[in-house]
């Protein structure tokens, strides 16, 4: 039975209520009071998490706005947090006395003849989930307003068919949740192992290999920032790829299905950042300082200016580049050469400064090729974990639909339809 808030289709004694109804829902501050280096936390969406509240990197305020905030919505033990702004969602039940104050979140109090634990588990769902952030108002973050939440249709049996429910759920969920766990362990372990492997090989020196820098063995360069460098305004549905960073996959890709392109007459106005075949592309600035991509199949193509184009020489393979500069090894030499600054940047004179231990080219070659394959089965393990992981959490999904259909906790359950009928 697919889950619909349908009173018909509900077990005897069943109710569709609003939330309101049923619950004191409040939100918190949306002030913005002074953040300190320490004092009360100061919780936000950004800080409910599936597994429960994450005080990583949250913000501090005083006792006097912890007060304030607190007199009319203060959090107690029992209660339900629930973000309402960006990932919709992600309720928590609060199992201790809290000494924080929330903003932007929904607060739902909930009363001693009901179970904190049952509407959790019913705010989970997919029916709420996806009703939620389909009925959400907002262009750029997505949001759900106070009166919305307390209009939020729910489904309530009573207290006693609560707890079965919750007691059945957290049987069945704390198995599914270990196979998750234990699943999501194999998959770090499958990227570790390649890591590890990795980088042992980039720092085993054989006998021929020497230390250089990348300045010696590559060319660099920038992307054109003058007058001609191309605006949104000036992409065109075809032509020739305007490459920036969103375009570099995690496997070391650039995405052809998500890629900008500007006209053959811009790309030639262009004084530099054009790609040959055998180019990589390097992030040089912001959170993903370090990106790095194979430009192939692309043989023409610009990068904008986040980007530094780094042309291998006839002494080193562009694939074993790739596989330095997204090493540990090739990654802690950023730290050696960023500036430090709000919005960490490097230069393409700092990238070619980084040392590198290089093998002849033949060795260079023997030696991607069984990185390649060593990838290749990491991917494919990766894959088959990540499946796993999917089906585990439909499994999830599917006796989350049955208990609140009422079919989990009844063999034949009646529903107010077929009561009436008999």
């Known amino acids: 039975?697919?889950?619909?808030?349908?009173?018909?289709?509900?077990?005897?004694?069943?109710?569709?209520?609003?939330?309101?109804?049923?619950?004191?829902?409040?939100?918190?501050?949306?002030?913005?009071?002074?953040?300190?280096?320490?004092?009360?936390?100061?919780?936000?969406s950004k800080n409910l998490k599936n597994n429960g509240l994450s005080f990583k990197n949250v913000n501090y305020i005083s006792e006097v706005d912890y007060k304030k905030i607190n007199e009319r919505s203060a959090v107690h033990k029992g209660d339900i947090l629930l973000a309402m702004i960006g990932t919709i969602g992600n309720p928590i039940v609060v199992e201790v006395e809290p000494e924080?104050?929330?903003?932007?979140?929904?607060?739902?109090?909930?009363?001693?003849?009901?179970?904190?634990?049952?509407?959790?588990?019913?705010?989970?769902?997919?029916?709420?989930?996806?009703?939620?952030?389909?009925?959400?108002?907002?262009t750029t973050q997505k949001f759900v307003g106070l009166g919305y939440l307390r209009d939020f249709p729910i489904i309530l049996p009573?207290?006693?068919?609560?707890?079965?429910?919750?007691?059945?759920?957290?049987?069945?969920?704390?198995?599914i949740d270990r196979a998750i766990?234990?699943?999501?362990?194999?998959?770090?372990?499958?990227?570790?192992?390649?890591?590890?492997?990795?980088q042992s090989v980039l720092t085993e020196r054989g006998e021929e290999w020497k230390k250089t820098t990348?300045?010696?063995?590559?060319?660099?360069?920038?992307?054109?920032?003058?007058?001609?460098?191309?605006?949104?305004?000036?992409?065109?549905?075809?032509?020739?790829?305007?490459?920036?960073?969103?375009?570099?996959?995690?496997?070391?890709?650039?995405?052809q299905s998500e890629m900008n392109y500007i006209t053959k007459e811009k790309y030639e106005s262009l004084r530099s950042g054009k790609i040959r075949p055998g180019d990589l592309v390097y992030c040089l600035r912001g959170a993903t300082l370090g990106k790095t991509a194979l430009v192939a199949p692309f043989t023409v193509g610009a990068v904008a200016s986040s980007l530094v184009i780094i042309r291998p020489s006839n002494l080193l393979d562009s694939h074993f580049l790739y596989y330095?500069?997204?090493?540990?090894?090739?990654?802690?030499?950023?730290?050696?050469?960023?500036?430090?600054?709000?919005?960490?940047?490097?230069?393409?004179?700092?990238?070619?400064?980084?040392?590198i231990l290089l093998p002849t080219l033949t060795e260079q070659k023997v030696i991607?090729?069984?990185?390649?394959?060593?990838?290749?089965?990491?991917?494919?393990l990766e894959t088959i974990y990540r499946q796993k992981i999917a089906a585990l959490n439909e499994l999830k999904q599917s006796i989350l639909q049955k208990a609140f259909t009422g079919e989990?906790?009844?063999?034949?359950p009646k529903t107010a339809k077929q009561e009436i009928a008999a």
């Open 324 to 355: 330095f500069l997204t090493s540990s090894v090739g990654q802690r030499q950023i730290k050696l050469y960023d500036n430090g600054a709000a919005q960490p940047n490097l230069g393409a004179k700092s990238v070619a400064k980084y040392t």
């Open 214 to 255: 990348l300045g010696k063995v590559c060319q660099f360069e920038n992307g054109d920032r003058g007058k001609n460098y191309p605006n949104r305004e000036e992409y065109v549905e075809s032509g020739i790829p305007w490459i920036n960073t969103g375009h570099i996959q995690p496997d070391g890709t650039l995405s």
């Open 181 to 198: 766990a234990n699943t999501e362990k194999n998959l770090t372990n499958s990227r570790e192992l390649f890591k590890s492997y990795l």
């Open 1 to 44: 039975m697919q889950l619909t808030v349908d009173s018909v289709n509900l077990p005897v004694g069943w109710e569709i209520k609003k939330l309101g109804e049923v619950y004191d829902v409040r939100d918190g501050t949306h002030d913005s009071p002074k953040y300190l280096p320490e004092g009360y936390a100061l919780i936000t």
């Open 100 to 138: 924080f104050a929330i903003k932007n979140v929904a607060l739902i109090k909930v009363p001693r003849n009901q179970s904190s634990y049952f509407l959790r588990y019913y705010l989970e769902t997919e029916y709420v989930q996806s009703k939620m952030q389909r009925e959400a108002k907002g």
């Open 368 to 380: 991607v090729q069984k990185l390649a394959g060593l990838a290749a089965e990491t991917q494919r």
């Open 158 to 175: 009573p207290l006693s068919e609560q707890k079965r429910i919750v007691a059945i759920l957290d049987e069945a969920f704390e198995g």
């Open 408 to 412: 989990l906790t009844a063999d034949t």
